[in-house]
């Protein structure tokens, strides 16, 4: 990628994350950047091509985060407890939003393509997460219980950012923790 085209992806996602997809305009980008509007376009046609990039961006640095911290683990538990991780490193680098939690809560206002994407990317995480519980839960109670801690997650992304107060976050997943 060039280098105009990872300004405009980092300045896209800090602004999405910040104040969510219908509020990050090319115009702001381009101001941003010292940029004419012209070129944001050249780099992304429409918003929703950057939206994709951004969802497949974030993604992929989610999941080489996560098994980089899952890679020497044992347990469960130490599979799952890699996983906060990945949420808290996230947290703690931007104090902001996930990407993908924040542009879920706007789903039903999002083109058909990146709502998909936003969903794959939740998709990956309940699989990954079922995956990693205990292999003595039936499979339906595995996938029901790994949308459950990526909720709880999500939520407490959510908490902590409105509160400022990343211990909100560390308490709910010390508690998914301390559940298995």
Known sequence: MSTTTDRLLDAAESAMRLRGYHAVSFRDLADELGIKSASVHYHFRQKEDLGLA?????????????????????????????????????????????????????????????????????????????KALPTNLPARHRKAKAAQIVATLQGAMMLATSLRDPKTFDAAANALLADL
């Open 54 to 130: 951004l969802v497949g961006r974030y993604s992929d640095r989610f999941f080489t985060t996560l098994e980089a911290h899952a890679v020497q683990s044992q347990t469960p538990k130490d599979r799952l407890s890699a996983y906060c991780k990945t949420y808290r490193q996230a947290l703690r680098a931007s104090d902001k939003m996930c990407l993908c939690g924040l542009l879920g809560a706007e789903t039903c206002g999002l083109p058909d393509r990146l709502r998909s994407a936003v969903a794959a990317f939740f998709d990956a995480n309940i699989s990954w997460v079922a």
